[in-house]
């Protein structure tokens, strides 16, 4: 009875992760320490872990189901070398008319799992005239002011403060990291600021502009809500984007999905073996 009545004094939004959790906890009870989410191009990563269960989005209660060409849904629970993980293969969007507290539903989830550290990926446009269509570009802040924030509303104290501190979003620690891992591997990675905006329509030019001179060097439609969703809860984070195409205006190409889809894909093995060899050092 008094566990009946905690719950009807719970918020909305955390009862919900709770019966996401409390399903997760009956089909398994792995408990990983590093959550990857894949972005388009590295949608076979499965075969770079042992993989020993697999949970489909839609089989977990009121958990959000992406609908994006390239994005399947489910979570791989297994091992990165040595290291426990989980991967989501396929995130939801805002674009998709979830909420953004349903977006970073899982991020959430996934801290209730156990993991420590969040990894997230991307395929982005460039907008730093020095990119080019195929770069790497770790993430070392983030602009989210054109979506959002999956913060507003009633806080749950459960999941975090009230007004967390964004100054060192993506973690110092883990970019040395991720340089160190690419030099060995002798991989060539940019460096730069990542800028949300909801999508699902690609920038215009004139919006391209504006956004390098707020000091954006890449663009995309997800990544950063989750960050802060992260940090909120007292997660690592560490972020790179695959850059897919140049953004509206710095080429004379119309942008498409599927060109976004091919690039991210040709670049995917090395993608997929950079980010497997950061992971075994997290």
């Not at 809860?233 to 695959?242: F, M, Y």
């Amino acid at each position: 009875m008094r566990g009946s009545e905690e719950r009807k004094q719970m918020s909305r939004q955390y009862e919900r992760l709770l019966k996401c959790y409390e399903y997760y906890r009956s089909v398994t009870d792995f408990t990983p320490r590093v959550g990857l989410i894949l972005g388009s191009g590295l949608g076979g990563y499965a075969r770079n872990m042992t993989v020993v269960k697999e949970i489909p989005y839609g089989d977990i209660p009121e958990f959000p189901v992406s609908t994006v060409q390239g994005h399947d849904g489910r979570f791989l629970l297994g091992y990165i070398g040595d290291v426990p993980a989980v991967v989501m293969k396929g995130r939801v969007h805002y674009y998709e008319g979830y909420t953004m507290e349903e977006v970073v539903l899982p991020v959430r989830l996934m801290k209730k799992m156990g993991i420590e550290t969040l990894f997230l990926t991307n395929a982005s446009g460039g907008i730093g005239r020095v990119f080019h269509v195929g770069d790497f570009m770790m993430i070392t802040d983030q602009i989210s002011s054109f979506a959002p924030s999956p913060l507003i509303g009633e806080n749950v104290s459960e999941l975090g403060g009230r007004f967390p501190d964004m100054t060192y979003i993506y973690d110092r620690e883990l970019m040395d990291v991720i340089r160190k891992t690419a030099g060995e591997e002798n991989i060539a990675i940019q460096e730069g600021v990542y800028l949300q905006t909801t999508g699902p329509n690609f920038e215009s030019p004139a919006e391209v502009r504006m956004y390098a001179l707020l000091g954006a060097d890449a663009v995309g439609m997800s990544t950063a809500c989750e960050a802060i969703a992260a940090r909120h809860a007292g997660v690592r984070v560490c972020g790179i984007s695959c850059i897919s195409n140049m953004a509206s205006g710095l080429s004379d190409e119309e942008l498409s999905h599927l060109d976004v889809q091919a690039v991210a894909d040709r670049r995917s093995e090395e993608f997929e073996r950079l980010v497997t060899r950061i992971i075994e050092k997290l």
